[in-house]
């Protein structure tokens, strides 16, 4: 009797903490170009929204986002613009109201720049580190990434720090 009692506790109390977490995720940033793409523009702004997916019992979560870039060009008044979608996986490394977390993962860059008719997609890796502060699901984060897109004139590197909220 008391096997079946707690086999029905745990049926009853594994989905309700196996549920998946969802969270908004906005934030903005600076963005500084490197190597050659750091030749031709000069440092810019971003901005980011994204949803991110978890179950809370693992450390593992998935984030899917949307940003917009945008960079004065380093000769003229001209603007280069980075639209992107990617797909992250985002590890966190645990903590209480702090928690530090690592982000990897590929997206699709469209880089237009002045005078382009249209934009020029790519496909891209990022990694990098960041923090999340707050408790039951919303507060704020801080992130750093890594972006190498790889394109047919060669790669454009840029480096992205975001500050943002999580709802």
């Excluded at 919303?138 to 943002?164: I, K, M, S």
Aim: net charge negative; hydrophobic share 45%; charged share 15%.
């Amino acid at each position: 009797m008391r096997r079946i009692a707690l086999l029905a506790v745990l049926a009853f109390a594994l989905p309700v903490s196996a549920s998946a977490q969802t969270h908004l995720i906005v934030g903005a940033g600076l963005s500084r170009p490197i190597s050659d793409f750091g030749d031709a523009v000069d440092s810019g702004m971003h901005g980011r929204v994204g949803l991110q997916v978890g179950i809370p019992v693992f450390p593992v979560s998935l984030r899917g986002e949307a940003e917009l870039q945008s960079y004065s060009e380093a000769v003229g008044d001209d603007k280069t613009n980075v639209l992107s979608g990617s797909l992250s996986a985002v590890l966190s490394l645990g903590g209480i109201g702090l928690s530090p977390y690592l982000i990897a993962g590929l997206g699709n860059y469209g880089i237009k720049g002045s005078g382009a008719d249209g934009r020029d997609w790519e496909r891209g890796l990022h990694g990098g580190f960041g923090a999340s502060l707050g408790a039951l699901g919303f507060g704020g984060f801080a992130e750093v990434r890594f972006v190498n897109v790889d394109g047919t004139a060669g790669d454009t590197r840029f480096v992205t720090a975001t500050l943002g909220l999580r709802f």
